[in-house]
């Protein structure tokens, strides 16, 4: 079987067992991942970029490793490869999971218990949540299922068919990392810097695609690329402006503002401005748009390697 159809056939089940089951509940390969990155930083960590870079090395190269060894001794078996495929990507996708946590603080807001929603908000970003109203929840509850739908499925699709398994399971150990170390905190602005630069570039294209898609598959296209094209570029991350522009317009919505995260208050750009304030219903909206963008994400992606393999063989062929 070609490459091309067993990344198709892999990661269309890999996609089928998160929508149905969500995440392994037990022994997840990325938690064994950040535990394995969690003991090479207890040995690494000096407050230098040079050691950062070297931890990120050993961790992200780890894994890619592994995974390019794991998929090269099931080459002879199509359905090993379909299979171990398909494994992958369940284990790096976390589409149902994103949506389950997102579902489970917008009920707590429409029963008006805040503080459930507080406590639950955590699980899905790191928002100071005492620092945060029924309105500000929300609001971070959007922005995050805009944002993870890049980081936890979108990004992993696009490496998968880039690069089979290594791609994917790649993307999720750099995306890992980036939450582990790669944010601005005294400890790890120089350690984490090499994190946070990889994951900028491994999450780019994914970001992109994220955004086009929630604008195709929203209920505003055009207020989605005016958002994108206008405010995108205010926001502090190269890969979250697109993605949240592209949502808040796409929603009618109005993302960004003052926020508190890791002990510091940052003010960021709005997004949409001419938008709505979340609502709480908006957060089932979300949902549902980031839904249909994975769908469509694994779409374009099957359909993208099967172009790619096809003009090459075409050219070997000519």
Excluded at 52 to 77: E, F, I, M, Q, Y
Excluded at 242 to 258: C, H, I, M, Y
Excluded at 285 to 307: D, Q, T
Aim: aromatic residues 4%; glycine residues 14%; proline residues 3%.
């Amino acid at each position: 079987m070609r490459a091309d159809r067993v990344f198709a056939y892999g990661a269309a089940a890999g996609l089928l067992g998160d929508l149905l089951l969500g995440d392994p509940r037990r022994g997840h390969p990325v938690a064994a991942f950040g535990r394995a990155a969690g003991a090479v930083e207890r040995v690494l960590w000096r407050d230098h970029r040079g050691w950062g870079a070297l931890h990120t090395a050993v961790c992200v190269g780890g894994a890619v490793s592994l995974a390019a060894v794991a998929d090269r001794s099931v080459r002879t078996s199509r359905i090993a490869s379909v299979a171990l495929t398909a494994a992958a990507t369940w284990s790096v996708v976390g589409g149902t999971s994103l949506g389950r946590e997102a579902r489970a603080i917008g009920g707590a807001l429409a029963a008006g218990d805040v503080e459930v929603a507080r406590e639950r908000l955590p699980h899905l970003c790191g928002r100071d949540p005492q620092a945060l109203d029924a309105d500000g929840i929300a609001r971070a509850v959007v922005e995050s299922v805009a944002e993870n739908t890049s980081d936890a499925v979108v990004g992993a699709l696009v490496w998968g068919a880039a690069a089979g398994v290594p791609g994917l399971v790649g993307f999720r150990a750099v995306n890992t990392l980036d939450a582990m170390v790669g944010h601005r905190s005294a400890k790890y602005r120089r350690y984490g810097w090499a994190s946070a630069r990889l994951d900028d570039v491994a999450g780019w294209p994914g970001a992109r695609l994220t955004a086009v898609l929630a604008a195709v598959a929203g209920s505003d296209p055009r207020g989605a690329v005016r958002a994108w094209r206008v405010d995108a570029v205010k926001h502090p991350s190269p890969n979250a402006g697109p993605v949240e522009a592209s949502f808040a317009g796409a929603l009618g919505v109005r993302l960004g503002g003052t926020l508190s995260y890791a002990g510091r208050v940052e003010h960021r750009p709005v997004l949409n401005g001419g938008g709505q304030a979340v609502e709480v219903g908006d957060i089932e909206r979300a949902v549902r748009l980031s839904r249909r963008v994975g769908l469509l994400a694994l779409g374009v992606s099957v359909a993208g390697r099967l172009l790619v393999n096809g003009l090459r063989a075409k050219g070997r062929t000519s």
